[in-house]
């Protein structure tokens, strides 16, 4: 039995293959294999029905006579499902089911159509009615100047920005090269509240020619832009008529200066004697008198 099980290793090694055939006998029988060769041969067979090709069972067959038949056929179609599949088949199908419907034709409603976060209310409110309206003044205010000689007060323009969606008030001032002042955002965009503790400032405490108090400082107004005057006279409110803007005494003379360094300004007579008379002390020839007549009168008739 044992040269039987083992083969001519049996032979070869008679005593360490005696001592393990014994040690196997003497083991208890497995409950799937009762013989020495099932236990030596688990793991090397596969399992029962796979054979290692993975491939599916065809649903369909073709018969002579018959056709294609369907080797899984599964529940019968209802009448309904015959019905429709019989529908598609014309090309109208669409029209045809449309005009033989029976259902009561109800009107559009504008609900159906435009979505819900689009629809506009009956009454809008502030912030939907006037988004993106902003109402512009222009003014200014004074302010006294104490460490100038040539200037004892000084008027510093200001834009006034009332944003009508949610009534707040921001202010600007234009910024000046080389004035020397921080200007740019003068007020932040916020509720104001009035002086006297009444609510917030809004459009009717701006009238052109008027002045408005904020944080203690009197502004005066001179002017508007056209939607702000077109605002107030479609509600019937009179606005007053523009202001010409005032300028100080710095502000004239810097666009004095601004203009001559532009050269805006003409020669004065004294200047012209000035560079004749370098002329001839350079020894420079004098002008053609005659030459400088014909440039003169070039296409004038009398």
Not at 14 to 33: C, E, F, V, Y
Not at 54 to 71: I, M
Request: net charge positive.
């Amino acid at each position: 039995l044992l040269i039987r099980l083992f083969g001519p290793r049996w032979r070869r090694e008679p005593r360490r293959n005696i001592a393990g055939a014994l040690d196997t006998l003497a083991m208890p029988a497995l409950a799937k294999s009762s013989s020495l060769p099932g236990i030596m041969m688990l793991g090397t067979n596969m399992p029962k029905g796979i054979d290692g090709s993975f491939a599916r069972k065809p649903s369909l067959t073709f018969r002579l006579g018959h056709g294609a038949v369907d080797l899984m056929p599964g529940p019968r179609p209802s009448a309904e499902t015959m019905r429709l599949a019989e529908q598609l088949r014309s090309p109208g199908w669409r029209q045809k089911a449309f005009r033989e419907d029976n259902r009561p034709k109800s009107a559009t409603k504008l609900e159906e159509v435009v979505p819900k976060n689009m629809l506009h209310p009956r009454v809008a409110p502030a912030w939907l009615k006037h988004d993106k309206q902003v109402l512009r003044f222009y003014g200014f205010f004074q302010e006294h100047v104490t460490d100038r000689a040539d200037e004892n007060c000084r008027y510093r323009q200001v834009l006034f920005m009332y944003y009508m969606e949610d009534g707040t008030l921001s202010m600007t001032e234009p910024k000046v090269e080389n004035s020397g002042i921080p200007q740019g955002m003068f007020l932040k965009r916020h509720r104001v509240p009035r002086p006297d503790g009444n609510g917030f400032v809004g459009p009717d405490d701006f009238r052109c020619g008027g002045e408005v108090s904020l944080y203690g400082r009197t502004y005066h107004v001179t002017g508007c832009d056209r939607f702000t005057r077109w605002f107030f006279e479609q509600n019937g409110i009179d606005i007053g008529e523009d202001e010409p803007s005032v300028q100080d005494r710095w502000q004239t003379n810097y666009k004095f200066q601004k203009t001559v360094e532009r050269g805006g300004l003409p020669v004065t007579g004294q200047a012209m004697d000035a560079k004749t008379y370098t002329k001839f002390i350079s020894g420079q020839p004098p002008a053609d008198q005659k030459f400088q007549q014909f440039l003169l009168n070039d296409r004038k008739v009398l």
